[in-house]
């Protein structure tokens, strides 16, 4: 009983750090294409007198990716429908152009304000619509949303670790004679720590084995029948199988740090 | 014959020099030499034996046994050493949660002798305590003159080039002290083992020839 607690009171914490590690992967994965979404998804319109081509957008500013020309033939044919075609073509003649422009990153308001106004600068722009608002919105939110979760991983890695070296010093103690025995026999210290390096990798064996049972059950029970669009969608981004060896690394990784502290501070047999 | 102890001007204490157990001591032993040492409580004894197995730095002086320093020497070296140690401590210092048979063996378990050898081993220097029916229980299960003799089995399982003993008889009836006295005079005599035993009660039956030592007043004398 008293073996299964000290264990659980280390690899609950273990556990925590990689859920916690985890859960950053699958955030960042699957926002990633989300912010995509919305980078691909945003184009600002301009309105030029005269035709303009991709560089000469780009000589005004260096973020503007691509720029599509809207065809105005299909605007014309909507507003000046049964008008004949002469009075049409003078329509047509009349008529500004219109580009999408899109840009090569996810720019806040200011940023944005910036490419409106060095677009302005030519005289051929007459007008540009940013969007501003809808975009920055959904923007901002999605920053938030980002930075709360970040915080939140990082405090509970923070506390988790403080756990693990608290269960640390309670093994240190048990351990302590044992060790202390073995060095005033000449044990080397491998051997000395040898079952302390044992039961902790052993732990981060189980604390991986658990984490990605948790996340191969929300990827393949939960999402799978959460009717949320964005996890059915992202279902593969959710759990890698490369991500049980970045778990299994962090863990071993977080142990053998955690036992090192132990055998270091444990040294030396004078009362 | 060759110096295996050798202590020039030693000084020990504790808190950092503060306190002074022994002063300014001066002694050799040679290889074989079987020495018991005595004096009255609180005197250095313990004090001087943990300084002999590099637990203890010296303060002042020098110490040098079997040819290292022991105030200067590194970690690796020291273990070293220590595997040719065969201590015992007046407290026993067994391993409560090892068996007893594991307990004995612990020195030929860190110098890798295979679990054959070990398990024979330990049949055989439990049998010489005479406690082979208690190879299997743990130290906490023996009664405090049984741990003390698996401590002296622990301590003569490897042959050891040096015993440094602290009261191996402590516990111990007349019988059972002679058992120990018996096997330690073996160990001298036929292995050319060096013996240094604390005790409070020099054996009146004793074979061999001896050097009696008596720290007292921070000083290491010794008796002619
Ligand atoms: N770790 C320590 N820190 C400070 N003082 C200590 C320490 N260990 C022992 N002493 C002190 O050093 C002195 C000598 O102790 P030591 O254990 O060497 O005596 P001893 O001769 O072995 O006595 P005994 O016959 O009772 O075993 C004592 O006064 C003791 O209080
Ligand atoms: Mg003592």
């Not at chain 1, 669009?229 to 990784?253: G, Y």
């Not at chain 2, 300014?24 to 032993?29: H, L, P, R, V």
Request: charged residues 20%; positive net charge.
């Amino acid at each position: 009983m008293k073996f299964i607690k000290n264990h659980l009171m280390f690899i609950l914490p273990l556990m925590a750090i990689l859920l916690g590690i985890e859960f950053y992967l699958v955030f960042d994965r699957t926002t990633n294409s989300y912010e995509k979404g919305l980078k691909e998804g945003y184009s600002m319109l301009v309105v030029t007198k005269k035709p303009m081509k991709l560089s000469m957008f780009q000589a005004l500013n260096r973020h503007i990716s691509s720029s599509e020309k809207i065809k105005r033939e299909n605007i014309v044919s909507e507003i000046a429908k049964g008008v004949s075609k002469n009075s049409n073509k003078e329509i047509l003649a009349a008529l500004p152009y219109f580009y999408n422009v899109r840009l090569d990153s996810y720019l806040s308001t200011s940023g944005l304000e910036k490419i409106k106004t060095d677009l302005e600068k030519d005289k051929n722009v007459k007008k540009v619509e940013t969007f501003g608002s809808s975009y920055s919105s959904s923007y901002r939110l999605f920053s938030f949303i980002k930075f709360t979760l970040k915080l939140f991983i990082v405090f509970m890695g923070v506390v988790s670790l403080f756990l693990i070296i608290k269960q640390m010093e309670i093994w240190k103690y048990a351990h302590k004679e044992r060790m202390q025995v073995m060095e005033i026999f000449g044990a080397p210290l491998m051997l000395r720590s040898g079952v302390l390096f044992r039961v902790a990798i052993v732990d981060a064996f189980l604390a991986t084995l658990l984490t990605t049972a948790i996340f191969l059950y929300i990827k393949f029970q939960w999402a799978a029948n959460s009717g949320i669009d964005i996890m059915m969608q992202n279902k593969t981004e959710l759990f890698k199988m490369t991500d049980i060896a970045i778990l299994l690394v962090s863990a071993l990784f977080i142990v053998i740090i955690a036992v090192y502290s132990v055998v270091f501070s444990s040294k030396g047999v004078e009362e | 014959m060759s110096n295996v102890i050798n202590a020039q001007h030693l000084t020990l204490a504790y808190d950092g020099g503060a306190k002074e157990i022994i002063k300014d001591a001066s002694f050799t032993i040679k290889k074989g030499e079987f020495v018991f040492i005595t004096g009255p409580s609180g005197s250095g004894k313990s004090t001087l034996l943990k300084a002999l197995y590099g637990a203890l730095k010296p303060t002042e002086g020098s110490l040098v046994v079997g040819g290292l320093d022991l105030a200067s020497v590194g970690q690796s070296k020291l273990q070293e050493l220590r595997t040719h140690l065969g201590i015992i401590f007046q407290d026993y210092k067994l391993v409560n949660e090892w068996s007893v048979a594991k307990n004995v063996v612990l020195p030929l378990m860190i110098a890798g002798y295979s679990v054959d050898v070990q398990n024979t081993q330990a049949q055989r220097l439990l049998k010489h305590v005479k406690l082979s029916e208690h190879a299997d229980k743990y130290p906490l299960e023996l009664s405090g003159g049984e741990q003390q003799r698996v401590g002296v089995a622990r301590a003569l399982s490897k042959n050891p080039v040096v015993i440094l003993a602290d009261e191996p008889t402590g516990n111990l009836d007349d019988y059972s002290s002679n058992v120990i006295w018996d096997l330690m005079e073996n160990a001298c005599q036929q292995l050319d083992t060096t013996v240094l035993v604390v005790t409070h009660k020099i054996p009146t039956i004793f074979s061999l020839p001896y050097r009696h030592f008596i720290i007292e007043s921070k000083g290491v004398y010794e008796v002619h």
